[in-house]
């Protein structure tokens, strides 16, 4: 039997309509098994000897209507080692609840406000999730950033006390895939590694560059100084670019449309208008100006 030695937050932002999980703990690929969401749904933790079900026939169930409260009764009534499992649950509505089983290994335990439940086991005290709510509840931005916070200041307190080796957080909401095609918004997993929730702030930190968007007044105009670094950039790395002129036409955005694809960023370049986001441009620089 796995037994999940973790910490977690379930949570959701009603007004931005996101649901999520961050998790971290001291067992290999966490992010496989604990972590469940599904946009205007809600959100599942499971963990402590981990009962995967939890998972699915808890979204089955908040999608029929149950709320958080309501779907863990269900859950637990059909679990006979409901003892040793820990769960936290976020419906629709931002009902949450947290269960932790009285064989759960100490220190164990959980605490909910509106919109998020906080649970862990085998952790280095109460403090881990007194701190987790606090960053929480006082950190700004949209939700994977609070999510971060929570799991950062966790680790930080102690987290697990066996140590550290994996962390992941997952956030739905509707259209937030690649493409608008699912809700799968954020996923990212840090399976094993010596320092795993830093690391995971690294990979959120990577998917706002790639993935972001800047508003018009944060895009910069390809021209004069600006395109001609770029220019010598491109001719650096074989792209066609004959002349290193500042000009942004035809064969400019040919050039940067190939480059800028190989690199990823092709949603943060608008060749219409001839602009790069001031983030992406910032990245390039630094990267491969010479």
């Given at each position: 039997m796995i037994h999940f030695s973790t910490f977690s937050i379930?949570?959701?932002?009603?007004?931005?309509?996101?649901?999520g999980v961050a998790v971290a703990s001291k067992f290999p690929a966490v992010g496989a098994a604990v972590p469940w969401v599904k946009a205007e749904i809600g959100a599942v933790a499971t963990q402590s000897y981990v009962n995967t079900s939890y998972g699915p026939n808890g979204l089955e169930m908040m999608a029929k209507g149950a709320s958080a409260e309501e779907t863990l009764e269900k859950l637990l009534a059909g679990d006979e080692e409901r003892a040793i499992r820990q769960v936290g649950l976020v419906d629709a509505q931002g009902n949450a609840v947290t269960f932790t089983g009285e064989k759960c290994h100490n220190w164990a335990g959980g605490l909910t406000g509106k919109g998020y439940a906080i649970q862990g086991n085998i952790l280095t005290g109460a403090n881990v999730i007194q701190k987790m709510e606090e960053a929480f509840l006082n950190s700004a931005g949209e939700l994977p950033a609070r999510l971060y916070a929570a799991l950062y200041a966790g680790d930080r307190a102690?987290?697990?006390k066996r140590g550290r080796q994996a962390a992941a957080i997952y956030v739905a909401k509707p259209k937030g895939g690649y493409g608008g095609f699912l809700d799968r918004w954020i996923d990212y997993r840090v399976d094993d590694h010596l320092d795993p929730v830093p690391r995971l702030g690294e990979l959120l930190e990577?998917?706002?560059l790639y993935m972001g968007k800047s508003p018009e007044n944060e895009r910069v105009k390809l021209q004069g100084d600006i395109?001609?670094?770029?220019q010598k950039i491109m001719a650096n790395l074989?792209?066609?670019?004959?002349n290193i002129d500042g000009?942004?036409?035809?064969i400019a955005a040919e050039s940067l449309n190939s480059f800028l694809g190989n690199e990823n960023f092709e949603n943060r370049f608008h060749a219409k208008e001839g602009s790069l986001d001031q983030p992406v441009l910032d990245y390039l620089l630094?990267?491969?100006k010479k």
């Open positions: 379930a949570a959701c932002d009603l007004e931005a309509k996101t649901w102690g987290g697990d990577l998917h706002e395109l001609k670094d770029i074989g792209y066609y670019q004959p000009i942004y036409n035809d630094k990267k491969f």
